[in-house]
């Protein structure tokens, strides 16, 4: 006789719930002791989002109601305020009684704790491409009246393409301080590795104290070991308050000097001798690359730092902040033209506009050059703006002089950017405007002069 079959095995319950709230429940991405993060969809935006819900067992005793009372609620009360490219957008928050939850943005990927062992190291020029995006979103966050008081590897978000670090997001905002709240706010929080003297005393804190945790989390990232370690906690706060970090130049081979010096500064014992703003701190440290002080991988493009840099120094983004001039790094087309190249032929149709980031064009009508624009200005923009196709047409050739790079926008990618960034090119292109038409004035009027 043939053997019995064996007994179907029952099917195994999946380990998250099928819903939170509205939310539809796809997988469990993590937990630690008082929280669980879910993947879930929701199905009115149609996106994919994060759910960070409080464990009920948590929520009930004396400590556990102190999280989520005041942890939960620093970060529940962020919901829909911080926007910026690299901090974690907060979209809701729901006190539920027994299991309250926050639901953020989902970034896949993985965290910067994977990149801190000296066998995994990122190449120096990603680390200063971190570094620098880390800094212009804390910057950020300070400007809001915040302070992380948690900057640490495992709270900053790495999105990869393959095994580079494409981009960053800071995260986990539970330890905030918000100094312009009038709220009773928890004071000595944070990851001891990465805390400042000031942070430990419970002194009263500024940015700086973000400034030290940061950099820090830069020299682990560079050596692939902490600043300071020690096995036991007494003995990790006594060399905070007084040792110094061992020369990064020791730990590892091709480290310049001058990163070692800009992040000794920024572990400075004293806030005082740190630099004096976020600001301040990015740009020294992007200037490494810039100045080819860190070599840059020979697959790498420009980096998003340089090109949010050049914008920077753009007249035509004069009046946008750090947020848009980050929306526009990601969203606008960049472009290389060689001498000679062709922007525009006359008699083309189109509807794309250029801004000169770099090098020179000449504009030519009928074969005569009638005019020579150069960095910071735009070309395009009539055909862009025009309000019918017939005004689409380019009535001139425009000539690359100087080797170039433009940043460019169709109708379609505009669209792409926020409402508050389309308001910003609208003043742009009306500045624009108003100076050629002084400039054609001026020509009729005094025709020997500008000539």
Same mark, same amino acid.
């Given at each position: 006789m043939?053997a019995?079959?064996?007994p ?5 319950a999946?380990?998250h ?5 509205r939310?539809r429940v796809?997988?469990r991405?993590g937990?630690?002791?008082?929280s669980?993060v879910?993947?879930a ?9 994060a759910?960070k819900?409080v464990?009920?067992? !948590?929520?009930v005793? +004396?400590?556990? =109601?102190h999280?989520?009372?005041h ?6 009360a962020l ?20 299991m309250p939850y926050?639901?953020m943005?989902?970034v896949?990927g993985?965290?910067?704790r ?15 491409e971190i570094g620098?995006?880390?800094a212009?979103?804390?910057g ?6 915040l302070?992380?008081?948690?900057v640490k590897?495992?709270?900053i978000l790495a ?7 494409? %981009?960053v997001?800071?995260?986990?905002f539970g ?9 009773t706010q928890v004071f000595?929080?944070g990851?001891l590795?990465y805390?400042?003297p000031?942070?430990?005393?419970g002194?009263?804190?500024?940015a700086?104290a ?8 830069? *020299?682990?990232?560079v050596?692939g070991r902490?600043p ?5 906690q007494?003995?990790l706060?006594? $060399?905070?308050y ?6 990064l130049?020791?730990l590892? %081979?091709g480290?310049?000097?001058r ?13 005082e001798?740190? =630099?004096p703003?976020? %600001? ?11 100045n ?6 020979q697959?790498q493009d420009v980096?998003d ?13 004069a009046?946008?902040?750090d947020v848009?001039l980050?929306?526009?790094? =990601?969203?606008?087309?960049? $472009?290389r ?6 922007? *525009? ?8 506009? !250029? ?8 504009v ?11 960095? +910071?200005?735009?070309v395009g923009?009539m ?6 196709p017939?005004?689409r047409? =380019? ?7 100087e080797?170039?790079?433009?940043v460019?926008?169709?109708p ?5 950017l926020?409402?508050g960034?389309? !308001?910003?090119f609208?003043g ?8 050629r038409? !002084? ?6 009027a ?6």
């Amino acid at each position: 006789m043939p053997a019995p079959a064996p007994p179907l095995a029952a099917p195994t319950a999946p380990d998250h719930p099928a819903w939170i709230g509205r939310y539809r429940v796809q997988s469990r991405l993590g937990e630690g002791a008082t929280s669980e993060v879910f993947l879930a969809r929701d199905d009115f935006r149609e996106r994919l989002v994060a759910i960070k819900r409080v464990r009920a067992a !948590h929520t009930v005793e +004396g400590a556990d =109601h102190h999280y989520r009372s005041h942890f939960f609620d620093a970060e529940a009360a962020l919901a829909g305020k911080l926007q910026h490219p690299n901090v974690v957008e907060i979209f809701d928050a729901v006190p539920d009684p027994v299991m309250p939850y926050l639901v953020m943005e989902y970034v896949p990927g993985v965290t910067l704790r994977r990149f801190c062992r000296a066998n995994a190291l990122l190449s120096l020029d990603q680390i200063v491409e971190i570094g620098f995006k880390c800094a212009m979103a804390l910057g950020y966050v300070s400007r809001q009246g915040l302070i992380h008081r948690d900057v640490k590897p495992a709270n900053i978000l790495a999105v990869m393409d393959r095994d580079d670090v494409v %981009d960053v997001k800071i995260s986990d905002f539970g330890s905030v301080l918000d100094t312009l709240s009038d709220r009773t706010q928890v004071f000595r929080v944070g990851s001891l590795a990465y805390m400042s003297p000031e942070q430990l005393d419970g002194s009263t804190l500024d940015a700086r104290a973000d400034l030290y945790s940061l950099a820090a989390v830069l *020299y682990h990232l560079v050596a692939g070991r902490p600043p300071f370690d020690a096995t036991t906690q007494p003995a990790l706060m006594h $060399q905070i308050y007084t040792a110094e970090p061992p020369p990064l130049t020791r730990l590892r %081979d091709g480290v310049p000097e001058r990163m070692d010096a800009i992040l000794r500064q920024a572990l400075s014992k004293s806030r005082e001798q740190r =630099h004096p703003s976020w %600001d301040a701190f990015a740009q020294e440290w992007a200037s490494l690359v810039a100045n080819a002080e860190v070599p840059r991988a020979q697959a790498q493009d420009v980096l998003d730092s340089e090109r949010f840099n050049l914008l920077r120094s753009l007249e035509f983004f004069a009046e946008f902040g750090d947020v848009e001039l980050w929306e526009v790094v =990601h969203r606008a087309r960049w $472009q290389r033209h060689a001498f000679g190249a062709a922007i *525009y032929r006359k008699g083309e149709q189109g509807n794309t506009f !250029h801004i000169i980031a770099q090098g020179r064009i000449d504009v030519y009508r009928d074969g005569t050059r009638v005019a020579q624009l150069g960095t +910071g200005t735009s070309v395009g923009e009539m055909a862009y703006l025009a309000p019918s196709p017939d005004l689409r047409t =380019h009535a001139a050739d425009v000539i690359v002089c100087e080797a170039a790079t433009t940043v460019s926008f169709t109708p379609e990618s505009m669209q792409s950017l926020s409402a508050g960034t389309r !308001h910003l090119f609208d003043g742009a292109f009306i500045r624009v405007l108003v100076r050629r038409l !002084h400039a054609a004035h001026e020509a009729m009027a005094h025709p020997r002069r500008i000539l």
